[in-house]
């Protein structure tokens, strides 16, 4: 009767374990005193499961964590105005992460930087899918997709190199104000060299996206510096040439056309080929005979 009454609301909480462990003290207290057991038993062996030796008393917290894993399936598979509240909570939450994987495919990666955003539901569920050692997958899910060979999103780069969370939280920021999450997007055409108005602190965002974002004011010197700091290993020089180039043509040679059946897929320059030979020899090519393919 206890954990019922008491988790009921646990679905859309997000108290911390210290929050979880205050609430039930006096009542887990209870319940030993009246099983038997000392009062004062530690906690591991209270919420131990009963096959090594526990009591098998479920704790508050992990009761929230199943409530927040179970309410967003449910709603989600209901298709209700709930659920379409939750995508869009998912899509925020994934847009401020600047992850190209799901937020909750990866529930290990640490995205503590977006406390700061008050994300502390989403949060919730992804330390319960790492507890648990699973990841969640939805269909509809969106993603930041990468727009050439070698473009690397900005906020797995920072999280990769070693920054603290509140470093983390100020580059973000930043992202945010420009409204950007790939290396792409700073940079100039060619792919060669990160645009001048994207480091030397800019003081409004120098493109308009396609995406919604959130209002973010702009970043302080601070922020700024740390900005440049973060990139630095990506530079080859003072000038913004990087040491890698981003490869735009060899993501456009590589792009692949499937036949309406999807028995076939060809290179867009084998497409091409075909698409100006005559009507008598285009039936001719057949799938892996390289020798018909015309020249």
């Not at 900005?154 to 983390?168: C, I, K, R, W």
């Not at 003081?203 to 630095?232: I, M, R």
């Not at 913004?240 to 060899?250: C, F, K, M, V």
């Amino acid at each position: 009767m206890y954990l019922p009454k008491v988790g009921y609301s646990a679905g859309v909480a997000s108290l911390t374990q210290q929050q979880c462990h205050q609430v039930e003290q006096r009542a887990v207290q209870a319940f030993l005193g009246s099983l038997g057991y000392n009062a004062n038993m530690p906690r591991v062996v209270v919420q131990a499961p009963e096959s090594i030796s526990g009591i098998g008393l479920t704790s508050l917290y992990n009761e929230q964590g199943i409530e927040h894993v179970n309410t967003l399936t449910r709603h989600m598979r209901a298709n209700g105005e709930v659920g379409t509240f939750l995508l869009i909570l998912l899509r925020t939450c994934q847009l401020l992460s600047g992850q190209t994987s799901s937020i909750f495919q990866k529930p290990f990666v640490s995205l503590e930087y977006l406390q700061e955003f008050k994300q502390k539901w989403a949060l919730k569920v992804r330390d319960t899918l790492a507890r648990a050692n699973t990841e969640m997958v939805f269909s509809d899910q969106w993603t930041p997709k990468k727009f050439c060979l070698g473009d690397l999103l900005l906020m797995e780069l920072f999280t990769s190199t070693g920054f603290t969370t509140p470093e983390l939280a100020q580059l973000n920021r930043c992202c945010i104000f420009l409204q950007v999450n790939m290396l792409s997007e700073i940079c100039n055409a060619h792919g060669d060299r990160i645009l001048t108005e994207c480091l030397d602190r800019p003081c409004s965002s120098f493109q308009k996206s396609t995406l919604v974002w959130p209002n973010q004011a702009c970043p302080g010197p601070k922020q700024w510096a740390l900005w440049q700091l973060a990139l630095k290993p990506l530079l080859a020089n003072d000038m913004g040439q990087l040491r890698t180039p981003l490869d735009h043509g060899s993501s456009r040679a590589l792009t692949w056309i499937k036949s309406g059946n999807g028995s076939t897929t060809m290179t867009l320059a084998v497409f091409t080929v075909l698409m100006r030979c005559s009507a008598q020899t285009l039936p001719r090519w057949l799938p892996g005979d390289k020798s018909s393919v015309p020249t």
